[in-house]
């Protein structure tokens, strides 16, 4: 039993230390490894359909020009990772085509590379076809004159924001074209809810774990359920965690807020965000009680639980080495709280609260690899008797 523990022991050892060398190397390497992509002749002709020809890259600013078959500039081509690239989506970096008529009309637009939750932006290329026939002078604005896709407004106001800056730099810059002034930055009624709400339910938390009151848990599970996971869609996730070490980090406050907030309390209070927060813990609770009293776990179920450190080493190495985040993007909670997804998800989310009834929080304990993550951080810990019993460390622990 004791070479057993110890072998477990190491196993751990090896996964964190492995990590850390492969994720400096993959970070240090990525540029060499995963080089910036060609964009195709198909691709230009999508965002510039009435273009027979196209010149190579230009600079003052960077774009590509489109001719007509009499070689008369037309319009031109620009990329927002030229023009705009600090606008990020909710999970990092976007990569865009536009294409501007000599007469500033927005002829189509184009998502070459993304890492946004598929489930959350399956609507994606119909949805970036109302900006065609736009023209720059428009305001462009998301609440105004677009709409945003449903789940997604994070991703959807950085969309905007790309073909807003970029089609107006090549219009007024290369075609003379008088741009409004750009509107200064502002935080939406959505995003200011979603911050308070972070803030709250962490509040709520913190002193329901001082006071050791499980009424407050529940009060905070319930909110989250409905406002963090079916209202405004923003439960912590792998993608959000693959996304920062990849340096490709969302800009949303109520992201940052939540995530923040989830890390700095893990060594003084112990895992809240899992515990307290999470709302797919929270349905995984209420899918536990459907049935009676289980009884006790196997002993080899703890032994098990390594599985989501595996995990964790796999997608987030995957991402950082590939630079692209879908490797990270195998968790069903995001087609429960957006009601939409391919049916293989559904099948998996089914089996998924299947075995809840008969193990609390069977993904929790197993499968999430972002709770193994917060799960090394509550080994520093700074107040051990807010981690003894409690509601934190007494189910699914990895010892």
Same mark, same amino acid.
């Given at each position: 039993?004791?070479?057993?523990?110890?072998?477990?022991?190491?196993?751990?050892?090896?996964?964190?230390?492995?990590?850390?060398?492969?994720?400096?190397?993959?970070?240090?390497?990525?540029?060499?490894?995963?080089?910036?992509?060609?964009?195709?002749?198909?691709?230009?002709?999508?965002?510039?359909?009435?273009?027979?020809?196209?010149?190579?890259?230009?600079?003052?600013?960077?774009?590509?020009?489109?001719?007509?078959? $009499?070689?008369?500039?037309?319009?031109?081509?620009?990329?927002?990772?030229?023009?705009?690239?600090?606008?990020?989506?909710?999970?990092?970096?976007?990569?865009?085509?536009?294409?501007?008529?000599?007469?500033?009309?927005?002829?189509?637009?184009?998502?070459?590379?993304?890492?946004?939750?598929?489930?959350?932006?399956?609507?994606?290329?119909?949805?970036?076809?109302?900006?065609?026939?736009?023209?720059?002078?428009?305001?462009?604005?998301?609440?105004?004159d677009l709409d945003a896709m449903t789940g997604a407004t994070v991703s959807s106001r950085a969309i905007i924001d790309m073909v807003r800056i970029s089609s107006r730099t090549v219009a007024g810059r290369v075609y003379n074209i008088d741009i409004p002034e750009e509107r200064k930055a502002r935080l939406f009624p959505r995003e200011v809810a979603k911050a308070a709400l972070a803030v709250l339910l962490f509040s709520i938390a913190i002193l329901g774990t001082i006071r050791r009151k499980d009424s407050y848990r529940w009060v905070t599970l319930g909110l989250a359920l409905v406002l963090v996971g079916f209202v405004y869609n923003f439960q912590l996730s792998i993608l959000n965690l693959s996304a920062i070490l990849s340096l490709k980090p969302?800009?949303?406050?109520?992201?940052?807020?939540?995530?923040?907030?989830?890390?700095?309390?893990?060594?003084?209070?112990?895992?809240?965000?899992?515990?307290?927060?999470?709302?797919?813990?929270?349905?995984?609770?209420?899918?536990?009680?459907?049935?009676?009293?289980?009884?006790?776990?196997?002993?080899?179920?703890?032994?098990?639980?390594?599985?989501?450190?595996?995990?964790?080493?796999?997608?987030?190495?995957?991402?950082?080495?590939?630079?692209?985040?879908?490797?990270?993007?195998?968790?069903?909670?995001?087609?429960?709280?957006?009601?939409?997804?391919?049916?293989?998800?559904?099948?998996?989310?089914?089996?998924?609260?299947?075995?809840?009834?008969?193990?609390?929080?069977?993904?929790?304990?197993?499968?999430?690899?972002?709770?193994?993550?917060?799960?090394?951080?509550?080994?520093?810990?700074?107040?051990?008797?807010?981690?003894?019993?409690?509601? $934190?460390?007494?189910?699914? $622990?990895?010892?």
């Amino acid at each position: 039993m004791l070479g057993r523990g110890v072998a477990f022991r190491g196993l751990k050892i090896f996964l964190i230390l492995s990590w850390v060398v492969i994720a400096s190397f993959g970070l240090l390497a990525r540029s060499h490894i995963v080089p910036r992509a060609e964009v195709s002749l198909p691709q230009l002709r999508l965002v510039f359909p009435s273009a027979r020809s196209f010149s190579d890259e230009l600079k003052n600013p960077s774009r590509r020009d489109a001719y007509a078959k $009499d070689s008369s500039v037309l319009g031109s081509i620009v990329s927002n990772t030229d023009l705009a690239p600090n606008i990020r989506g909710y999970n990092g970096d976007m990569s865009l085509l536009v294409g501007v008529s000599h007469d500033g009309t927005i002829t189509g637009v184009l998502v070459l590379e993304h890492n946004e939750t598929p489930s959350y932006v399956r609507n994606l290329t119909q949805w970036v076809n109302t900006f065609r026939g736009r023209h720059v002078t428009d305001s462009l604005e998301m609440g105004r004159d677009l709409d945003a896709m449903t789940g997604a407004t994070v991703s959807s106001r950085a969309i905007i924001d790309m073909v807003r800056i970029s089609s107006r730099t090549v219009a007024g810059r290369v075609y003379n074209i008088d741009i409004p002034e750009e509107r200064k930055a502002r935080l939406f009624p959505r995003e200011v809810a979603k911050a308070a709400l972070a803030v709250l339910l962490f509040s709520i938390a913190i002193l329901g774990t001082i006071r050791r009151k499980d009424s407050y848990r529940w009060v905070t599970l319930g909110l989250a359920l409905v406002l963090v996971g079916f209202v405004y869609n923003f439960q912590l996730s792998i993608l959000n965690l693959s996304a920062i070490l990849s340096l490709k980090p969302s800009i949303s406050l109520s992201f940052w807020l939540l995530f923040g907030l989830s890390v700095v309390t893990v060594p003084m209070f112990g895992r809240v965000y899992c515990n307290w927060i999470c709302p797919f813990g929270a349905v995984q609770e209420i899918t536990h009680r459907i049935l009676p009293r289980k009884g006790k776990a196997p002993p080899a179920h703890r032994k098990t639980e390594i599985l989501k450190l595996v995990i964790l080493w796999e997608t987030t190495l995957a991402a950082i080495l590939t630079s692209n985040l879908m490797y990270a993007d195998y968790e069903p909670f995001m087609t429960l709280f957006a009601r939409k997804g391919p049916i293989l998800l559904w099948f998996f989310l089914g089996v998924i609260l299947f075995f809840s009834m008969f193990r609390y929080r069977f993904w929790c304990r197993y499968f999430c690899a972002l709770g193994g993550f917060y799960y090394l951080l509550s080994r520093f810990k700074l107040a051990k008797k807010y981690h003894k019993g409690g509601f $934190d460390d007494s189910e699914g $622990d990895i010892d």
